[in-house]
């Protein structure tokens, strides 16, 4: 069964960090791209990030680029999103994809900035 759980997310104040993570079981990683996006109440889903399958290629949302950084462990069929100098318009729930094969989602981790 494939597989996604988000973990990592939580309250911070504006200027802190956060890491991410998206370990993914049922599957291995290693031959999908992969993505993180977030969804704000109110707002439709966006994307934050992706990766390719071996890491050589990220793009980034540009509300995003320069403070949040994607990355993977396929040994550890895990994905990561690092979040830094986070301000109040992060504030979402974050969720990891599985682009290439499955389409899967993850079930989401709430991030919160706010002083």
């Known amino acids: 069964q494939v597989q996604l759980v988000e973990s990592g997310g939580g309250l911070v104040q504006p200027g802190g960090s956060l890491r991410l993570s998206c370990a993914a079981s049922g599957f291995s990683i290693s031959m999908s791209f992969m993505s993180w996006y977030r969804q704000a109440p109110g707002n439709k889903r966006e994307l934050v990030a992706a990766i390719s399958s071996a890491g050589a290629t990220t793009n980034y949302a540009g509300s995003v680029k320069g403070r949040f950084t994607i990355s993977r462990d396929n040994a550890k069929n895990t994905v990561y999103l690092q979040l830094n100098s986070l301000k109040p318009e992060d504030t979402a729930v974050y969720y990891c994809?599985?682009?290439?094969?499955?389409?899967?989602w993850g079930q989401g981790t709430q991030v919160t900035v706010s002083s």
């Open positions: 994809h599985e682009d290439s094969h499955f389409g899967s």
